[in-house]
């Protein structure tokens, strides 16, 4: 940036073909939440399919898309995809390893929207559970 400041003749070097990989397009399927993930990982993905197609799971036989989580360490002996807990700050829910706080959600149908605001509007309680969605 600093040679473009002042005027200076850049050369653009090709990329070497060595090493190079096609990568296939991102299909709905690996967007599903596999809540027996660790904690970390489903943040991850989470965050990867941040804005298409958006991670996905199932709650109440309806599908939600999930846009905004924080994993956290707290270990419960639930069963994965179980919500531990629900407050202000979003939905607490079992991992495989870990906690995974949602923070941000979307129903089918919806906008997106705060976790705390769904879980109030559905009187979502602890104990529930998220699956997976059926393709």
């Known amino acids: 940036?600093?040679?473009?400041?002042?005027?200076?003749?850049?050369?653009?070097?090709?990329?070497?073909?060595?090493?190079?990989?096609?990568?296939?397009?991102?299909?709905?399927?690996?967007?599903?939440?596999?809540?027996?993930?660790?904690?970390?990982?489903?943040?991850?993905?989470?965050?990867?399919?941040?804005?298409?197609?958006?991670?996905?799971?199932?709650?109440?036989?309806?599908p939600v898309r999930l846009w905004r989580a924080?994993?956290?360490?707290?270990?419960?002996?639930?069963?994965p995809g179980t919500i531990l807990a629900v407050d202000a700050r979003g939905i607490v829910v079992v991992c495989g390893e870990g906690t995974l706080r949602v923070e941000e959600v979307q129903p089918a149908g919806g906008r997106r929207m705060s976790a705390a605001a769904f879980a109030a509007g559905r009187r979502l309680e602890a104990g529930a559970r998220f699956g997976a969605p059926a393709d």
Do not use: H, N
């Open 1 to 62: 940036m600093r040679r473009l400041e002042k005027g200076d003749a850049i050369e653009a070097t090709p990329q070497p073909a060595a090493g190079v990989a096609y990568a296939a397009k991102v299909e709905k399927a690996e967007a599903a939440i596999d809540w027996r993930g660790l904690a970390v990982a489903i943040d991850r993905q989470i965050r990867a399919f941040d804005p298409a197609p958006g991670a996905r799971s199932v709650l109440a036989g309806e």
């Open 70 to 79: 924080e994993p956290l360490a707290a270990a419960s002996g639930l069963p």
